[in-house]
């Protein structure tokens, strides 16, 4: 049984909802990144196409409340922008998200009057949130790694309705390819020894993403 079956009652999608006042905050947060570089007409032209892209109707799990989540927990300017853009292009039914958002990330950065090596650097970034592994990555980097999985180490309801978020994103899928596919995501990271790579987030998320993720385990064997 899938933990969607299970936990039926917990697809509340407040969860991942974006009040008025809090998208507006994004978008001062957004201008405040980038503008200094391009000036506001350049980023406000973007901040259309970031808000956009992450209103579509099948995101219902990475949309803007996830960049909202993730914002907070990562430091400088690149993982910033990177923040902004690693899920800019989400089609759950393909496999070239995250090299189809460091293009985007690429191409609007440039735009955007970033230097090169952090353009280079953020697209890094974005490629290492396929697998998130560390691949020799810097500090910075590695906290945004950490930051896009918090959602492993939320409160138990949250993450079950995370589950039942990306179960509707998926909804293409089987039952069955839908545990496979979940079964699989959960070993890999249960098999690390930590499932995050940063001291902070180790001792803030990591006792609960492991306690969220064996809990999955065994309800899809349920």
């Given at each position: ?6 936990e ?6 407040s969860?991942?909802a ?44 990475h ?38 958002s ?11 009057g ?28 590695l ?11 939320s ?10 978020a990306v ?5 293409f ?50």
């Amino acid at each position: 049984m899938l933990l969607t079956d299970c936990e039926s009652d917990v697809t509340n999608a407040s969860y991942f909802a974006v009040s008025p006042d809090q998208r507006h905050a994004l978008e001062a947060a957004w201008l405040a990144l980038v503008a200094p570089r391009s000036g506001i007409e350049q980023a406000a032209a973007w901040w259309r196409q970031l808000f956009s892209r992450y209103a579509e109707p099948h995101r219902h799990y990475h949309n803007l409340s996830h960049i909202r989540d993730v914002l907070p927990l990562v430091e400088g300017d690149p993982a910033a922008a990177a923040a902004w853009f690693h899920d800019a292009v989400y089609d759950p039914r393909r496999d070239d998200n995250e090299e189809a958002s460091a293009k985007l990330a690429a191409t609007a950065l440039r735009q955007l009057g970033f230097r090169m090596t952090t353009i280079e650097l953020v697209a890094q970034m974005i490629r290492a949130t396929a697998r998130h592994e560390p691949n020799h990555l810097p500090p910075q980097a590695l906290l945004l790694l950490d930051a896009d999985l918090s959602i492993f180490g939320s409160e138990s309801a949250r993450y079950a309705a995370y589950v039942a978020a990306v179960r509707k994103e998926f909804q293409f899928l089987s039952d069955d390819e839908f545990l496979n596919t979940r079964v699989a995501m959960i070993e890999r990271f249960l098999r690390r020894p930590k499932i995050y790579f940063t001291r902070a987030m180790q001792e803030r998320f990591e006792a609960q993403a492991r306690v969220n993720l064996s809990q999955e385990f065994l309800a899809l064997s349920c």
